[in-house]
């Protein structure tokens, strides 16, 4: 929570952010088949030292059910998408950071709430804790009902949203206003205080009739590709993007990933399984990969990688990334290929994360706990900058598939 404000370097220029509408209905509140909303990229450079201890406490708080993902402030160090969600009739825009894995949405870290006619107080509280002590920050406020809309043809109303009280969010970096969550309604349960679980806006779209089906589509391009937006699609998902069919796999029976965006796979090193069949979550909302103790020290000495003091990430040399093989993950009988590039942090923003300009980092980080705890793996934003996700609530399913850049050499 010290750390907050002073954290972000937004380095890539703040585009616009501009809520454009792709194959969508000229008309508000019309039936749409999918519309789609642009995201920006920003990158948080590190302050503080310890960049993988954050990623790890940011997957444990799954395992405590505390409500979802981490949210210190270290914990933003790292890549993360942003969206222009606006809340209120006329709209005020608030930038959130976009996170699947978690599923309330609030607004007010930065710029406060205005209030308007279409304005309702639930006379409810929130209060999200996200991470473990001693890196638990913890968001609280008022809960509300208001209109909230997502582009110009995506408007919700009575959607529930918190309202963070002033002060209650110091660890969030200035550039967000809040959380996007995205996540499914069971992360909900308990947050708000005169409620069980409250509607996320996903299900609100749906239910509203605004979208045919429950089903988000996921685009982010590689930080250090020429293309640094991403962009989220609601009632399906964007063709344009995908280079090859969408794969299904159904939501893990295994608690408590099962609440979330849980997922079964296995991780291969090249021939080398280093993570067997086990549970984990796609969040978009934890940078790195990280995954079981276990597996990772198979990673780590597969690779001949070293703890990195300054960053906590794992360094090679060259003549070692020449050698890396390539991570498979195998998701619902099907092969997803990190190349030994998908497994590096961009080179060009190795000082970002606290690391020294000439050095390679490898994105794979320590979860912070053997396998078997139910949480064995976090399929984070470098995963999603390599592959299409698909987000299927109607079908309990996630997909994914490769773009463009799943086989970029731009790290
Ligand atoms: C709410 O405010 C808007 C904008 O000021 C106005 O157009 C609208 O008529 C108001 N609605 C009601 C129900 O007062
Ligand atoms: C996270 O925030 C807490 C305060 O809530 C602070 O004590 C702790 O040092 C922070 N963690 C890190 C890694 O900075
Ligand atoms: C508005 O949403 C709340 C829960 O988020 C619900 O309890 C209430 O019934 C809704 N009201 C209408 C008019 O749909
Ligand atoms: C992996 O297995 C395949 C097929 O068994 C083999 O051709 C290849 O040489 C192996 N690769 C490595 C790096 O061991
Ligand atoms: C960062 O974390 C790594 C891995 O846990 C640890 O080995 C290293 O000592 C830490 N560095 C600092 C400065 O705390
Ligand atoms: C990381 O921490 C170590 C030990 O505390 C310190 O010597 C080093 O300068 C720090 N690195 C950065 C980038 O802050």
């Known amino acids: 929570m010290v750390l907050s404000k002073s954290l972000v370097s937004l380095l890539f220029p703040v585009l616009a952010l501009l809520l454009q509408t792709a194959r969508a209905s000229p008309r508000p509140r019309a039936s749409l088949s999918t519309a789609t909303l642009k995201l920006t990229l920003g990158i948080n450079s590190v302050e503080t030292n310890n960049t993988t201890v954050a990623a790890r406490a940011r997957a444990r708080v799954l395992l405590q059910r505390s409500g979802s993902s981490s949210i210190n402030a270290t914990n933003y160090v790292g890549v993360y998408h942003s969206a222009d969600v606006g809340v209120?009739?006329?709209?005020?825009?608030?930038?959130?950071?976009?996170?699947?894995?978690?599923?309330?949405?609030?607004?007010?870290?930065?710029?406060?709430?205005?209030?308007?006619?279409?304005?309702?107080?639930?006379?409810?509280?929130?209060?999200?804790?996200?991470?473990?002590?001693?890196?638990?920050?913890?968001?609280?406020?008022?809960?509300?009902?208001?209109?909230?809309?997502?582009?110009?043809?995506?408007?919700?109303?009575?959607?529930?949203?918190?309202?963070?009280?002033d002060g209650s969010t110091s660890g969030l970096p200035s550039s967000f206003d809040g959380i996007f969550g995205l996540g499914p309604v069971d992360l909900t349960e308990g947050v708000v205080n005169n409620a069980y679980q409250v509607p996320t806006v996903m299900n609100n779209l749906y239910a509203q009739k605004t979208i045919n089906s429950e089903v988000l589509g996921m685009f982010f391009s590689p930080a250090s590709s020429d293309d640094t937006t991403g962009e989220l699609t609601f009632g399906g998902y964007d063709a344009s993007k995908i280079t090859g069919d969408i794969n299904y796999v159904s939501i893990t029976s295994t608690y408590p990933a099962s609440t979330s965006w849980g997922i079964d796979q296995s991780i291969s090193y090249g021939n080398t399984t280093i993570l067997s069949k086990t549970t984990g979550i796609v969040d978009s909302g934890t940078p790195f990969i990280p995954i079981a103790s276990d597996a990772f020290t198979l990673y780590q000495s597969a690779t001949g990688g070293t703890i990195d003091e300054a960053t906590g990430m794992l360094t090679i040399s060259s003549d070692q990334y020449d050698k890396l093989s390539s991570l498979y993950f195998n998701i619902g009988g099907v092969s997803y290929e990190l190349t030994p590039n998908a497994q590096i942090w961009p080179r060009s923003l190795n000082t970002d994360i606290g690391g020294s300009a000439d050095a390679i980092y490898l994105i794979v980080t320590d979860i912070g706990s053997d396998s078997g705890s139910g949480l064995d793996f976090v399929n984070g934003h470098c995963f999603l900058e390599r592959f299409y996700s698909v987000f299927d609530t109607t079908n309990s399913q996630v997909g994914f598939a490769t773009t463009e850049y799943t086989d970029a050499t731009t790290n």
């Open 88 to 165: 209120g009739d006329p709209p005020t825009y608030y930038t959130l950071l976009v996170d699947t894995g978690s599923s309330n949405t609030w607004i007010g870290a930065s710029k406060s709430y205005e209030k308007t006619n279409t304005s309702k107080d639930t006379g409810g509280q929130f209060e999200i804790t996200y991470g473990i002590p001693p890196e638990e920050s913890t968001v609280y406020g008022e809960e509300y009902l208001d209109t909230v809309t997502l582009n110009s043809d995506l408007v919700i109303t009575n959607q529930s949203i918190g309202v963070a009280q």
